[in-house]
């Protein structure tokens, strides 16, 4: 049995977390949010799980370095130094970082890199996500983590190929769609947990992978699933892939 801290405990996802810890093999070490002592947690607990915000990753980990224990993080929207924030504290603890935590979405990237590589770049890609309207960041994790698959496939750089935003600015002429891009697009409203579509789009067809999460305990269990896996491992980086064995 792991014990568990929670970062972001009040939040959806901290409270989705909590309950599967409830019902599970595994223990709640109890949870922090903004301006909670987060040091204090890490100090009673085996690994950690942030779904915060951005601006709480270094003070997460710095605490569970200092503590000497893994940490998970779901939270998304993070930038170039945050990456580097996780892999500076991935030489001294065990790190996993992913915009998402679901078996579904995991098997869904192994797919789309599958796809785009054996498509080829006459294929164009999108990638199409909805979520609630409390989400705070775009293009979500998720489709980031989708769109680095697709490139990965390809083996081109995500950065220098993203298209965005089209239209956004009803500009009206947005010219034509970039060879190679991968496009993004993001939607908002009401209380969906996470839709994401990959839309492979070749001459007179058309290819579209998918998945739907129909609440927030998918995230949940795979957090906890990928937390207790961390326990003991060595310092290093990790993904979904490594804890699912994919
Ligand atoms: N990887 C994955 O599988 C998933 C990732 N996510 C991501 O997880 C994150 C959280 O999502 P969600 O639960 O919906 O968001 P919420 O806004 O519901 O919850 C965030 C929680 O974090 C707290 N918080 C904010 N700042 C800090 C801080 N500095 N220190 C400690 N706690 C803080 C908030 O407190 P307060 O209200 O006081 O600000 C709130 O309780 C998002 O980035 C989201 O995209 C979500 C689902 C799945
Ligand atoms: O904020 C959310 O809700 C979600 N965030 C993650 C993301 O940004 O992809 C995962 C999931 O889609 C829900």
New binding site residues.
Partial sequence: MARIGI????????QAIAEVLAGGEHALAGG???G?D?TALAAKADALVD???P??LA?NLSAARAAGIPVLV????LEGDHHGALDEAATQIPVLQ?????LGVTLLAALVKKAAAALGPDWDVEVLEMHHR??V?AP??TALLLGEAAAAGREIDLAANIESGRGHDFGGHTGQRSEGAIGFAALRGGTVAGEHSVILAGEQERIVLSHSAEN?AI?AR??VRGAAWLIGREAGRYTMNDVLGL
């Fill in positions: 970062i972001g405990s009040e939040g959806r996802m901290g922090v949010d903004r909670g987060v779904f915060s915000s601006s709480a003070a779901g939270t998304t929207g992913t915009g998402n935590t679901s409390m989400k960041d979500s994790g927030r995230f795979g957090a």
